[in-house]
């Protein structure tokens, strides 16, 4: 597996947007948008079932994030709209590809591969 590679953070105020862009490689069960916010766990964000495109957003995001995958570019994306300053954090995706998918999830150690990450600020 060829190490995932994340675009896209940036600075951005409070109600703006931002597209987060990762690059990946190899075949996978998933792939997913996770975050981790100074002191706090990494968690998920947002994930999709390769086989079938099923979803998984996390609650606070659902109507402001889209997870969306390029299968041709093997670039796997996230929109993010209204953006809130609790959403500030690093973000990584990650690919699943040890284990098949059967309960659709987006729980960080369920994923096998991991970006850098990128830093998404949102100032209010």
């Known amino acids: 597996q060829v190490p995932l590679a994340e675009s896209g953070g940036g600075l951005v105020q409070a109600g703006g947007s931002l597209r987060l862009s990762c690059d990946f490689s190899?075949?996978?069960?998933?792939l997913g948008w996770f975050r981790q916010a100074p002191g706090k766990e990494r968690e998920g964000v947002a994930c999709?079932?390769?086989?079938?495109?099923?979803?998984y957003y996390a609650d606070d995001v659902k109507g402001r994030f889209t997870i969306s995958r390029d299968g041709a570019k093997n670039t796997l994306y996230l929109q993010m709209n209204n953006l809130e300053p609790e959403d500030t954090a690093v973000y990584y995706c990650a690919t699943r590809w040890m284990y098949s998918i059967v309960t659709m999830s987006c729980e960080p150690y369920e994923y096998d591969s991991w970006g850098q990450g990128t830093q998404v600020t949102v100032s209010s």
């Open positions: 999709v079932r390769t086989s079938d495109g099923s979803t």
């Open positions: 190899g075949s996978n069960y998933g």
